[in-house]
């Protein structure tokens, strides 16, 4: 008797272990098993989605604009973003936005990166990653042809200068005292400069002559030259190391035929993709 109810608990005990095992199992078939799934890396969702989202002004030629025939988006940031998404075997989808608010748009997720004339700054490197520069310029210090008093940057003391409030241009302004009007692009500064409703405009060297070339006649001019040259690169959201890399792999062989310096010969005459 007791051999017998010794055999009817071990009978008893495998059916619950075998119980528990068939539950364990269909749980992690439910589940899809034990082990997590990766998250996928903003390099894989770009090629997984086959497009490269793209934070952009479209109103700051010859950077970025739109064609007044066409108005097809446009510019030297537009083909170097299109060039970079070549390499990476994707099409490019544009998002416009105001410069002001183009940063806050990266932090939002509303685009992969920002390809506009970016500059590298300690600033931003501190809260994002940059890819190797693809422009190099250097600042200019813009005033109306008749005016006199302004012929360095240290005359923008007690001056006003038109620039977008966020732009590195408006702290070089700010920093050698000048009043900041704020604008929404270069085209507007340029023409409060020539309204006389500001005192000077600060950008680089190659906006101002693609924007002489256009318009010769406009009565503006260069009264100082920066010594500093200032670098432009692809903005991109930290912890996004894979991603960079492409990036720079794309601009390493867009450089290295010749591909970069073409679409910047065409828009500016001469090459501003090399130091």
Request: contains cysteine; negative net charge.
């Amino acid at each position: 008797m007791k051999k017998l109810s010794r055999a009817l608990i071990i009978l008893f005990g495998l059916a619950l272990i075998f119980s528990f095992s068939g539950c364990a199992e269909k749980a992690s078939s439910e589940t899809g098993g034990s082990e997590p799934q990766a998250e996928a890396t903003l390099l894989q969702e770009i090629q997984e989605k086959g497009v490269l989202t793209v934070g952009i002004e479209g109103t700051y030629p010859p950077y970025t604009y739109h064609d007044e025939s066409t108005d097809e988006l446009k510019g030297y940031d537009v083909e170097i973003a299109q060039a970079i998404a070549d390499k990476l075997g994707v099409k490019t989808e544009f998002v416009e936005t105001k410069w002001d608010s183009i940063i806050a748009g990266l932090d939002a997720k509303r685009y992969d990166a920002i390809i506009n004339q970016v500059s590298i700054t300690p600033e931003r490197q501190e809260k994002y990653d940059f890819s190797e520069p693809y422009t190099y310029t250097r600042g200019v210090l813009i005033v109306n042809e008749d005016n006199s008093s302004i012929k360095s940057f240290e005359d923008l003391n007690g001056k006003s200068s038109a620039q977008t409030a966020t732009s590195n241009w408006a702290g070089t302004a700010e920093s050698f005292g000048a009043t900041i009007v704020g604008t929404d692009g270069f085209n507007q500064s340029i023409e409060l400069v020539l309204t006389g409703r500001a005192d000077a405009t600060i950008n680089d060297d190659v906006t101002f002559y693609d924007y002489k070339n256009v318009k010769s006649d406009a009565k503006v001019k260069i009264a100082a030259y920066s010594d500093d040259i200032s670098k432009s690169a692809v903005l991109i959201r930290k912890g996004n190391e894979e991603f960079v890399k492409a990036v720079d792999d794309a601009l390493a062989e867009l450089s290295a035929e010749g591909k970069l310096k073409e679409i910047s010969e065409k828009y500016f005459g001469v090459d501003v993709s090399q130091e």
